[in-house]
């Protein structure tokens, strides 16, 4: 019987396909012992199913890089990381060898006893890090347990579950599923993002739906309004169709902008970068008309590998960015490792309490001062063979940044000295830390331009983890005050003569172009995938109609006048 079901968007697109329910991950192992002579055996079995876990999570980084936005393979990072517990490794083989359970068994009680003390924490941002673990068991229960032949294929099903991590969408696009409708998580949580990039339709907080949707039926899913119709009639169907045909207008509306200037309807030029950290996506960035790369992300160069790459290795790298532009600046940002993303090669601080607010960014490259002064000789190196710039994760105060501007021209002389001509590149600050915002006065000359990065900014402004469920409803970036923090920014480098871009999920989304406008940014840096959706809604707006309401929204008191703003703003 049809019904309909009036959920949250998360990732826009159209779906129709067979429902999969997918049930909890929670273990349902009984309680099973193996014989003393089988110990040995059964804790082998278990150390093979973690390499094999280990194995898929390292092949599904490589999938990943380059594809994708940071945040979501950050997950998979810290996936990888929790494979390599030795407190986890260590306390299953001990169940195993002396109380003799079976390998099945000693991971849920271990997971239960993990479990535990999860419930028990107060921090809500520690106690959602359950989610993470959960994830983790299941691939190693899965591994221990994979039997031939293979499941049914998933092509054209819709995946109804409890939860979806990150690190399992790719892996479910490429078996064929066209949508997913999730009872937990939120539209700006790591999936969510991750989905928008392969747009794949994500519906979330689709509880009661979980319950009533069965295996094996049909279901329409607006990844966009949230709405699930199950069993759709004809009169669903048609609109399907309709809308499906108009989809696909809209994508060869939008191949017709790839060389179209992004100007707005009263003359005014935007500048677009691209965000990147391969050579697929510099070719993306190229294909689309971006006017340079406004973040190159350099640390997936050091993640998954024991190994440090040397300045050859990142040389290499950093200068095929630069020719790949060709002529276009390319903006590295230099190294932007935390405890809070998988490092083997043992940089980053290990068990920090909150990496978020650790030991990270241009923080973690001033204590490793060898492995940061060989990042700056290379990135100086392939100043060479273009225009590049260099931009630096996690500025809080003025003193970083010359520090690291007599580095980095200490590095240039370096270079010069091997017989290199080259000049010290202009260098930028990330404004992510809501400190180095409020006095970014006192940063304005000490830099050449200015990157706000606003998945942090928001983050730490709100005091939110924005991947906690429970706290969904209060990250936003929709909020007064981050608002009126983004205009301070951009004013003060306007004031100062320095650019200022955006290079968060605020830029990357078009429904936000003319507040972003309004609030006098000129420079957007983002996703390659989003950037003709990006400037075919630049391309509708009225500069100087937007500047005049500009007053209205910063005095708007709460998320809602502010969308009440955004909604008179967007054309019909």
């Known amino acids: 019987m049809r019904q309909v079901f009036a959920d949250h968007g998360a990732s826009r697109g159209l779906a129709l396909g067979r429902a999969r329910v997918r049930l909890s991950r929670a273990l349902e192992v009984g309680e099973r012992h193996v014989p003393a002579a089988q110990v040995g055996a059964e804790a082998q079995r278990l150390q093979h199913a973690l390499d094999a876990a280990?194995?898929?999570?390292?092949?599904?980084?490589?999938?990943?890089?380059?594809?994708?936005?940071?945040?979501?393979?950050?997950?998979?990072?810290?996936?990888?990381?929790?494979?390599?517990?030795?407190?986890?490794?260590?306390?299953?083989?001990?169940?195993?060898?002396?109380?003799?359970?079976?390998?099945?068994?000693?991971?849920?009680?271990?997971?239960?006893?993990?479990?535990?003390?999860?419930?028990?924490?107060?921090?809500?941002?520690?106690?959602?890090?359950?989610?993470?673990?959960?994830?983790?068991?299941?691939r190693i229960h899965a591994h221990l347990y994979r039997r031939e032949p293979a499941p049914r294929s998933t092509a054209g099903e819709v995946l109804v579950c409890d939860n979806v991590a990150p690190s399992e969408l790719i892996q479910l696009q490429a078996q064929g599923v066209v949508a997913v409708v999730s009872a937990a998580g939120s539209p700006l949580s790591h999936s969510a993002i991750l989905a928008r990039s392969l747009y794949l339709p994500l519906v979330v907080g689709a509880t009661e739906a979980l319950d009533r949707i069965n295996d094996g039926d049909v279901l329409m899913v607006d990844g966009e309004s949230g709405r699930i119709v199950l069993d759709p009639d004809a009169a669903d169907l048609r609109d399907y169709r309709a809308r499906r045909q108009q989809e696909a207008r809209e994508r060869r509306g939008l191949e017709r902008l790839r060389s179209k200037p992004t100007r707005t309807l009263d003359g005014t030029d935007i500048v677009l970068y691209a965000n990147a950290e391969s050579r697929e996506d510099m070719a993306r960035a190229h294909a689309v008309g971006a006017a340079g790369v406004g973040l190159y992300r350099t640390e997936f160069l050091f993640l998954q590998r024991e190994e440090l790459p040397d300045e050859e290795e990142q040389f290499l790298a950093y200068r095929d960015a630069v020719l790949a532009m060709g002529g276009r600046p390319v903006t590295f940002r230099t190294l932007d490792l935390g405890a809070d993303k998988a490092d083997r090669a043992g940089l980053a601080l290990a068990n920090e309490d909150n990496p978020a607010l650790g030991v990270r960014g241009v923080r973690l490259s001033l204590l490793y001062d060898e492995v940061f002064d060989t990042q700056l000789r290379a990135i100086a190196r392939a100043a060479a063979y273009g225009?590049?710039?260099?931009?630096?994760?996690?500025?809080?105060?003025?003193?970083?940044l010359l520090i690291v501007r007599r580095r980095l021209r200490r590095a240039v002389a370096a270079v010069r000295r091997r017989g290199v001509a080259v000049e010290p590149p202009p260098m930028g600050a990330m404004?992510?830390?809501?400190?180095?915002?409020?006095?970014?006065?006192?940063?304005?000359?000490?830099?050449?331009f200015l990157s706000v990065g606003t998945n942090d900014l928001v983050q730490y402004l709100l005091a939110v983890d924005r991947n906690n469920d429970a706290l969904g409803g209060l990250y936003s970036p929709l909020h007064p005050g981050v608002l009126r923090l983004l205009a301070h920014v951009i004013g003060a480098g306007a004031r100062h003569g320095t650019p200022v871009a955006v290079c968060g999920e605020m830029a990357g989304d078009p429904m936000l172009a003319p507040l972003l406008l309004a609030l006098g940014l000129?420079?957007?840096?983002?996703?390659?995938?989003?950037?003709?959706?990006?400037?075919?809604?630049?391309?509708?707006c009225?500069?100087?109609?937007?500047?005049?309401?500009?007053?209205?929204?910063?005095?708007?008191?709460?998320?809602?006048?502010?969308?009440?703003?955004?909604?008179?703003?967007?054309?019909a």
């Open 54 to 138: 280990r194995e898929e999570m390292r092949a599904l980084r490589e999938k990943l890089q380059g594809a994708l936005s940071d945040e979501a393979v950050e997950f998979v990072d810290l996936h990888a990381l929790l494979l390599d517990d030795p407190e986890l490794i260590q306390a299953l083989d001990g169940l195993i060898r002396q109380e003799r359970y079976s390998a099945g068994y000693a991971l849920r009680v271990q997971r239960d006893r993990l479990a535990a003390v999860f419930e028990r924490m107060d921090d809500p941002y520690l106690k959602a890090r359950l989610d993470d673990l959960d994830h983790i068991i299941g």
């Open 387 to 400: 225009p590049l710039r260099v931009l630096v994760p996690m500025v809080s105060c003025r003193e970083e």
């Open 431 to 448: 404004i992510e830390v809501p400190a180095a915002a409020i006095g970014v006065h006192g940063l304005l000359d000490a830099v050449d």
């Open 522 to 540: 000129r420079e957007f840096s983002l996703h390659p995938a989003n950037l003709l959706e990006l400037r075919r809604a630049i391309r509708d």
């Open 542 to 571: 009225d500069l100087s109609a937007l500047q005049a309401r500009a007053d209205k929204l910063l005095q708007a008191r709460d998320r809602a006048a502010i969308e009440r703003w955004l909604q008179a703003a967007v054309p």
